[in-house]
């Protein structure tokens, strides 16, 4: 007996209502990024081991899916080496190329190998998949897409705004209320970090911080405490659970905190500048929300952070993030590189779209008639027809074999495919269609025009 097949865990397959779905919610994305000038690129799913290697830290290391080397890979391990069974030096010489872990490092290699052709600052908008060598879980996948958007080469934080404006293009196209924009800056979190004292402690600082949706103050200042963050540092962290005041208030706040950190105050001025120009702008149906305790990327980002809330009716992590970052192509040997950019969470913002049922009925593009199929002429006379519909752009098709009616409206409505269109030898006598509506039952007798029109208009 054969086995019976099955997929890599951690991997997926999707139907056609799924690929409808997700490319409702890619094609969206993608007319946003090319309104705002955002230019597509692609990268290879694989690279050079050394290109991705080292990129991430030792934990984003262990994750890389690395490719063996064609032919004999072990050629090149010697018998010394092969007794170590360290599977780390061995692994450099049995695979010299890798999947992408991510869209990020990719894009600092393309910036890097193509800055003579590149005009900057450069837009680029990407979407592919990348895969990690996780262990799966539920919403986290071995393989999954990313839709990233960045621009690198300047400084000017005109960018930020714009990338708050096409979160909220994105999710008021998608009928998604609710969504908050969260954003903070690196520069106010090293700021705070130098205010209480604890410069050296900003990663665990911002760490526990991070955490005060799920654990709560207490369990906040525990953490940090057990850290090594004194009681008189944290002590001094008390304004920073209270900010639940307007943006203007909390900038406010900020400022009198950070009176004696420039380092901070710099933060505040640019958080202050997206605030107040996005106030003035607006903003469709998400709100923007400056959030003190946001820390996400701090070995990455250098000033601001963002991070997409879903609605609160729905109970999931956020939809998006991103930030400024600087020198990414530093990795590279191109220093000096500022740039900004964020991400959509593509299966997340499905979950959402499927939980709150706000997927347009339209998306799954059904075929709009089925032509019964009663024999050769019959069936010559429905495809003259249907490549006239076509033409006009109205999916149709008609059933490939001549099988029991029964058979073929069951098709029809297994597909949900709204109406079916017969034809026999009195219809082809007379030139015209019997019209079924498969929702209400209802037939009539129509011609070729009158059926192009009501398909047209449904």
């Known amino acids: 007996m ?18 409808a779905r997700r490319n409702y919610i890619f094609n969206t994305i993608k007319e946003a990024f090319a309104l705002y000038g955002f230019q597509p690129i692609e990268t290879p799913s694989f690279e050079n081991s050394d290109t991705l290697m080292g990129k991430y830290g030792e934990e984003g290391d262990r994750l890389i899916f690395k490719i063996l080397n064609s032919g004999d890979y072990l050629s090149k391990v010697n018998d010394s080496l092969y007794a170590e069974k360290d599977s780390s030096k061995i692994t450099s010489k049995i695979s ?17 190998q193509h800055q003579n052709e590149i005009t900057f600052p450069f837009k680029r908008y990407q979407i592919q998949p990348v895969w990690r060598a996780d262990r799966p879980q539920k919403g986290r996948f071995r393989e999954f897409f990313q839709c990233d958007a960045d621009v690198v080469g300047s400084k000017s934080l005109w960018q930020e705004i714009e990338f708050v404006q096409i979160y909220d293009a994105v999710f008021t196209k998608l ?73 203007a208030e909390n ?28 106030e003035k702008l607006g903003l469709s149906t998400a709100s923007l929300k400056i959030d003190v305790t946001l820390a996400r990327g701090l070995n990455y980002y250098t000033g ?48 959402v779209l499927e939980e709150l049922d706000k997927f347009p009925k339209t998306v799954l593009n059904h075929s709009k008639a089925l032509f019964i199929n009663f024999g050769e002429a019959e069936a010559l006379y429905a495809m003259q027809a249907i490549k006239s519909l076509r033409k006009k752009g109205i999916k149709a098709e008609m059933y490939p074999d001549s099988a029991k009616m029964g058979k073929q409206m069951s098709y029809a409505d297994k597909r949900n495919i709204p109406f079916a269109v017969l034809a026999g030898e009195k219809e082809m006598e007379a030139k015209q269609f019997t019209f079924k509506n498969m929702k209400s039952g209802e037939q009539r007798q129509v011609g070729y025009t009158e059926l192009e029109a009501i398909l047209f208009k449904d």
Do not use: C, H, W
Request: hydrophobic share 40%.
């Open 2 to 19: 054969s086995k019976k097949p099955s997929i890599p865990k951690g991997t997926r397959d999707f139907g056609p209502t799924e690929v």
């Open 251 to 278: 900038l406010d706040s900020l400022k009198n905190m950070l009176a004696n950190s420039e380092q901070g105050l710099k933060g505040v001025e640019e958080l202050a500048f997206i605030a107040e120009k996005i």
């Open 304 to 351: 601001a952070i963002f991070e997409v809330a879903a609605p609160p009716q729905v109970k999931m992590g956020s939809i998006g993030g991103g930030g400024r970052y600087d020198d990414l192509t530093g990795i590279f040997g191109l220093k000096n590189m500022s740039g900004v950019g964020i991400s959509f969470g593509l299966d997340r913002i499905y979950l």
């Open 175 to 247: 009928k998604l209320d609710g969504v908050t924009i969260k954003v903070n800056n690196r520069k106010i979190l090293s700021g705070i970090a130098e205010t209480i004292g604890a410069e050296d402690k900003l990663i665990d600082f911002t760490v526990a911080l991070d955490k005060l949706d799920k654990i709560g103050e207490d369990g906040v200042k525990n953490e940090m405490f057990s850290k090594g963050i004194s009681e008189e540092a944290i002590l001094k962290l008390q304004p920073l659970f209270s900010f639940n005041g307007s943006n």
């Open 96 to 112: 010299e190329k890798a999947l992408r872990y991510d869209l990020t490092v990719p894009f600092a290699r393309y910036v890097v």
